[in-house]
């Protein structure tokens, strides 16, 4: 296997003791069912200690995302040119659509604001080659007339202060699945809404093709997939 890291030779502490048993949890996990996201998240843990791909690959975090997977394919079938996945941190999601057997996908492009993240995306997503990129960019600052996405996904309207105004950006007719939550208490939640009602309010897509909503145990996910 290509996912190796040098044994530290210095004292051992409880972090370190930590990483090297999920690189091993995840290295064998690999070895056993041969899945390219299993292999992708070892590399990362290997190759990016600093990434806290743990939170990003918690189980809320896949299962909101398989959530989101499922009802795209329901309504807007399989098959797409290239994608958006706006606020795409590590890349997690496009490693799942790439890595799920429904999905026919031309490109995938992971953009985010933080400039750190987009290695670990790579790292994550290599066995896709060329078909994934990861960008740091500003999504106020994209052209999306120029880009054309078939499908622009933004899973962090909570953090957007003028949801509208974003969307505005967008040339009528793009495809969108948007999620947001009702999680109030977390500080960096700048723009949660109350309600599946409320958000579809706050987006006015001018079509819906899914609206719906995920309970969890501290908050509930909000999701609509249709075009602006």
Request: hydrophobic share 45%; net charge negative; charged share 20%.
């Amino acid at each position: 296997m290509d996912v190796t890291q040098p044994r530290n030779a210095g004292p051992r502490n409880a972090s370190l003791e930590g990483h090297e048993q999920a690189l091993d949890l995840t290295r064998g996990i690999a070895a056993y069912v041969d899945h390219p996201l299993v292999a992708g998240l070892a590399r990362v843990i290997a190759k990016h200690p600093q990434a806290d791909i743990a939170n990003a690959f918690n189980h809320k975090q896949v299962a909101c995302k398989m959530w989101a997977l499922d009802k795209l394919f329901e309504s807007d079938g399989g098959r797409f040119g290239r994608i958006w996945v706006l606020g795409g941190w590590y890349g997690v999601l496009p490693a799942m659509l790439f890595n799920d057997a429904r999905f026919d996908i031309a490109a995938i492009d992971s953009i985010d604001i933080d400039p750190e993240v987009a290695a670990v995306a790579l790292t994550l997503n290599r066995e896709a080659g060329d078909r994934f990129r990861a960008l740091t960019a500003d999504m106020y600052a994209l052209d999306y007339a120029a880009g054309r996405p078939d499908l622009v996904v933004n899973t962090s309207c909570e953090h957007i202060a003028d949801l509208g105004a974003w969307l505005a950006l967008l040339p009528r007719g793009t495809n969108v699945l948007l999620q947001s939550n009702d999680y109030f208490s977390e500080p960096t939640h700048i723009n949660c809404v109350a309600s599946l009602a409320a958000f579809e309010a706050m987006a006015a897509l001018r079509e819906i093709r899914f609206s719906g909503e995920l309970p969890t145990k501290n908050y509930t996910r909000f999701m609509l997939i249709g075009a602006v």
